[in-house]
């Protein structure tokens, strides 16, 4: 079965890749939103989403689970501070918002990736 394989390949190798969406999900979680494009946004967010999940259990497993994919500090503001405000919510951690600004550098759309509150 195909379930849970979607993945969006951004035209990198996969250590590549899985480094950026770390690094986006790390910036994320600290700032609270993100301006970058539609493909990137989209890998984000369904890393980050399913991060939440995880963290929504408050155990020691979710704990190292995230510790192993997260900084320290980010861990630690989505383990104590995050998820304790998703506890009620069954989904959908995350909005994409688009822009009507594009990137001067070679034109390409922008949208905002942030925390649902």
């Not at 500090?73 to 995350?94: F, P, V």
């Not at 390409?108 to 649902?116: F, M, T």
Request: proline share 2%.
């Amino acid at each position: 079965m195909k379930h849970l394989n979607k993945k969006i390949i951004l035209h990198r190798k996969a250590d590549q890749r899985r480094a950026f969406v770390k690094i986006m999900t790390n910036n994320l979680l600290l700032v609270g939103s993100i301006k970058t494009t539609p493909a990137r946004a989209k890998a984000t967010q369904i890393y980050v989403e399913r991060l939440i999940t995880k963290a929504k259990k408050q155990d020691l497993t979710s704990y190292r689970y995230i510790l192993a994919r997260l900084s320290k500090k980010a861990t630690d503001k989505l383990y104590y501070e995050i998820a304790k405000d998703y506890q009620n919510r069954q989904g959908g951690y995350t909005r994409i918002i688009k822009l009507a600004e594009r990137r001067l550098k070679d034109k390409s759309p922008i949208v905002i990736i942030q925390l649902v509150k």
